[in-house]
């Protein structure tokens, strides 16, 4: 019999969870989709001529640079500059996704058997990234308390003598948080002790949220998670603890991850970018290329595509505000308006609770702990509620629910509707049975 590689010895048998959503699909009951975050199934008006500059006469001719045709990397330059940061082309190198940057960079950085530290919840795609690379994730903390933070004290713990790098996303999924300048200059302190690099993913960052007039309501509500925080920190987040790590001068090696999944709300186009700064930089950049001559697999079409599709980027991501703020604003009106809940919301002690959003497509909910969220999460399938369970991401066994902003405003707020109703109605069962 094959004998395969332990690197992809992957549990890929579905889950409970799976197994109930995929039969409820087929079963043809309504349900209202909490996780839905793919941009083109949420209803939103793309340019009319977007598929054009895919027929770019120049595409015809094959340029094979490692590193990306000149003018698609000018492009991505843009951008940064409408942030605020000045990166050159030379240092860039486009991939097809996020991932295959990630691919690279565990390659560059890595050897068998080391690690790469992050804190946690994030987004669960990075396990497997690890494990093909044959590189170990380890996991720090983030708290809860007036906003989230980074727990440094757990980071610094967590550091091991094979230790690489520090993956940061920036904001963070799910829970938003903006890594604040002089948390950001804390991580470099650790990065130049330990001899790490730091790896940034901003594909959320041209989405900040307005929170709402609540947010302090929210820190009483919401209970500590972690400890050995420095207070203050989690305040709101100032210009410069919203901006592109390009454009923060810290001293160390630096790789900055995104693409148009997000930016341009464009994940089937497949476009998307590291950028590296620091000590360290040029080297790096020359090996990147290297691996990248390997592989050459951006298309031409795409990369000359760019440079319109990053132009256009305003008026989708003007949707996608508009959008998010609306099933905010409807996420709190469910939560803080309804009789007989106990002030749930951000307004008061109640059953249900959102945590601060700085950024994203996403809200985490604290609900009662009374049962896994697994379990919760398939009795509100059940219902006809599709959530993720916080487990998805990190965020532990029991007590938590993360729910996407980005959905249809009907859909959502039927969701959500229903997901209260039914936690209310959950929470009479241990009342009843203390009596």
Same mark, same amino acid.
């Given at each position: ?8 010895h992957? $549990?890929?048998?579905? +889950?409970?969870?799976?197994? @109930? ?21 949420c209803?939103f ?6 598929l ?10 094959y ?13 991505v *330059? ?14 860039l ?19 068998p058997?080391?690690?790469?530290l992050?804190?946690?919840? *994030? ?9 093909a690379?044959? !590189?170990?994730?380890n996991?720090a ?11 440094? #004290?757990?980071l ?37 002790? %330990?001899?790490?690099?730091l ?10 949220? #307005?929170?709402?007039? $609540? ?33 923060r001068?810290?001293?160390?090696? /630096?790789?900055v ?13 497949k476009?998307?970018? =590291? ?26 079409? !795409?990369?000359?595509a ?20 609306? +099933?905010? @604003?409807?996420?709190d009106?469910? =939560?803080?308006?309804? #009789?007989?809940?106990?002030?749930a ?6 059953l ?11 809200a !985490? ?16 399938? %059940? ?8 487990s ?7 007590g ?11 859909e959502?707020?039927?969701? /959500?509707?229903? =997901? !209260? ?15």
């Amino acid at each position: 019999m094959i004998r395969f590689s332990r690197r992809t010895h992957w $549990n890929t048998e579905e +889950n409970e969870l799976s197994r @109930a959503h995929r039969e409820r699909l087929a079963s043809g009951l309504p349900l209202a989709d909490l996780t839905e975050s793919n941009p083109t199934r949420c209803g939103f008006a793309y340019p009319a001529g977007l598929l054009t500059p895919l027929s770019e006469p120049a595409a015809i001719d094959y340029d094979p640079d490692p590193k990306g045709i000149l003018s698609a990397r000018q492009a991505v *330059c843009s951008y940064y500059a409408a942030h605020g940061a000045a990166v050159e082309p030379r240092a860039l190198l486009l991939t097809t996704s996020t991932s295959e940057a990630y691919s690279l960079l565990f390659k560059l950085l890595c050897d068998p058997g080391d690690a790469v530290l992050a804190p946690r919840p *994030c987004y669960p795609l990075f396990d497997f990234l690890a494990d093909a690379e044959v !590189v170990k994730l380890n996991f720090a903390s983030f708290v809860y308390d007036h906003g989230w933070q980074l727990d440094m #004290e757990s980071l610094r713990a967590r550091i091991t003598p094979n230790t690489r790098a520090l993956l940061l996303v920036h904001p963070n999924n799910p829970t938003g948080h903006f890594t604040r300048l002089r948390e950001a200059e804390q991580l470099a302190a650790l990065c130049r002790q %330990h001899r790490l690099a730091l790896i940034v993913d901003e594909v959320f960052l041209d989405y900040a949220a #307005e929170d709402g007039p $609540n947010r302090e309501a929210a820190d009483e509500v919401a209970p500590q998670i972690g400890s050995g925080i420095e207070s203050g920190i989690g305040s709101c987040p100032a210009p410069a603890d919203r901006a592109t790590f390009a454009a923060r001068q810290l001293g160390i090696l /630096i790789f900055v991850v995104s693409g148009i999944s997000k930016i341009c709300a464009l994940p089937q186009m497949k476009a998307a970018w =590291l950028a590296a700064a620091g000590p360290g930089s040029e080297e790096a950049l020359a090996r990147l290329e290297v691996l990248a001559d390997t592989y050459l697999s951006m298309n031409a079409p !795409v990369q000359h595509a760019l440079p319109a599709w990053l132009g256009q980027r305003a008026e989708i991501q003007a949707q996608i505000r508009t959008r998010i703020a609306a +099933n905010l @604003a409807e996420l709190d009106r469910h =939560l803080g308006g309804r #009789e007989g809940n106990g002030g749930a919301g951000l307004g008061g002690a109640g059953l249900v609770t959102r945590l601060i959003l700085e950024a994203g497509w996403y809200a !985490v909910l604290r609900i009662p702990a009374f049962e896994s969220d697994e379990v919760t999460a398939r009795r509100l399938l %059940h219902e006809g509620v599709l959530v993720h369970p916080g487990s998805f991401f990190g965020l532990g066994r029991s007590g938590w629910l993360v729910v996407s902003l980005l959905g249809r405003p009907s859909e959502f707020s039927t969701g /959500i509707g229903k =997901l !209260v109703r039914f936690l209310e109605d959950s929470s009479e069962l241990p009342k009843r049975g203390n009596r």
